[in-house]
């Protein structure tokens, strides 16, 4: 940890009620971005007293929530507060959860992990400290970093997290040998339900010119609960037409072009223009920093998803195959970088969903 922030004694409750925080911190998936998923457990005399979770952005914080459910305010000066990220220094949407722990006289403080966002890294568990409050740090830390790596990989790398999808037959196609038509159905029922869900939990989704064209998808949720993430598509000569589901008025799109029209879309779409005789993915991914988008899902086509690969920006690569389907020839699948280790799998019926990372 930085800043020496990292304590020593831990205790098996500490897990106890870290654990607990993270459960309660994701019930805010897919609605707190770009803030952080965030969970807090107020304890005293070994009885959880008050909980809270950062519900979405712009709303009360996780400590916040919590300290408001306590019934017997005259308990906190004798409470443990447990969080799963380390509360908040400086005045944003709202005040600093650091003071608002200060100023209810709460003595002893654990939380999971450090916020690595420059404003706060560190200066939340300095400030409490110096206010006398005892501070503990790093318990269920690789947890709490799973949590909120899109949190952490924009704050760290000054882009979004990237996740590529793609559904593939047996033998390796996404998509078969076509001039147009019907996409290709690779997925099923259940499995499509875990692509809608994916989307749900990530900021923004790209696609291609010839996926957009040649599908003509909505990138919408219609089998998951949610929000619909900001669509995105390259084109670079602008040439799709304005009738695609992809420009509907559900949700927000962006086009990538070098060829910006006037007076083409409605109003719920945005052209941005890219340099193309330059690569166009760190174009992209500053586009999206600048508008706090903290995770891209790239759903296709295979020479976009492969374009990622290349370029070594990816955290995650979800691949869905279905063993009861062969091709024999169309569209390959892209080519999966050398030296993959960490892999885990899940099934759909009979579809299988492999995740790299």
């Known amino acids: 940890m930085e800043n020496g922030c990292k304590s020593a004694v831990i205790t098996a409750e500490d897990k106890k ?14 609605s707190t971005s770009p803030n952080p998923m965030v969970g807090a ?60 722990i200060i100023n209810s006289g709460i003595p002893r403080v654990v939380i999971a992990t450090t916020d690595n966002n420059s404003m706060v890294s560190g200066r939340g568990i300095e400030r409490m400290r110096a206010a006398g409050i005892d501070v503990r740090v790093g318990v269920c830390e690789e947890e709490a970093f799973s949590l909120n790596s899109a949190f952490f990989t924009y704050h760290g790398k000054n882009r979004p997290l990237v996740t590529l999808k793609w559904a593939q037959s047996a033998d390796g196609f996404i998509d078969a040998a076509r001039q147009g038509g019907e996409a290709l159905k690779i997925s099923n029922s259940a499995s499509m339900m875990a692509v809608h869900k994916l989307r749900a939990t990530h900021d923004a989704i790209l696609v291609g010119r010839r996926t957009a064209q040649m599908d003509n998808p909505s990138l919408t949720l219609r089998h998951w609960a949610g929000r619909t993430p900001l669509r995105l598509v390259v ?25 910006i029209r006037e007076g083409k879309f409605p109003e719920n779409v945005s052209q941005v223009a890219l340099d193309f005789s330059q690569d166009i993915i760190p174009q992209i991914l500053a586009h999206l920093y600048e508008k706090k988008i903290g995770s891209l899902l790239v ?12 370029a070594g920006i990816w955290d995650e690569i979800r691949i869905e195959t279905n063993p009861a389907l062969s091709l024999g020839e169309g569209v390959p699948a892209p080519q999966l970088p050398q030296g993959l280790k960490k892999e885990k799998s899940h099934c759909f019926g009979n579809i299988i969903e492999r995740i790299k990372g």
């Open 299 to 310: 759903e296709g086509g295979s020479r976009l998803l492969q374009s990622f690969i290349d």
């Open 41 to 100: 457990v107020i304890v005293c005399d070994g009885k959880i007293i008050g909980e809270g979770y950062h519900i979405r952005c712009g709303e009360a914080h996780a400590e916040v929530n919590a300290v408001r459910s306590v019934r017997d305010a005259s308990l906190l000066s004798r409470s443990t507060i447990y969080v799963s990220l380390e509360p908040c220094s400086h005045y944003g949407k709202t005040p600093p959860c650091a003071d608002l």
């Open 17 to 30: 009620y870290i654990s607990r925080c993270l459960q309660l911190a994701r019930n805010g998936s897919g």
């Open 235 to 259: 084109d670079r000569e602008g040439i799709l037409p304005a009738t695609l589901r992809l420009f509907s008025s559900e949700a927000p799109t962006v086009v990538y072009t070098q060829n």
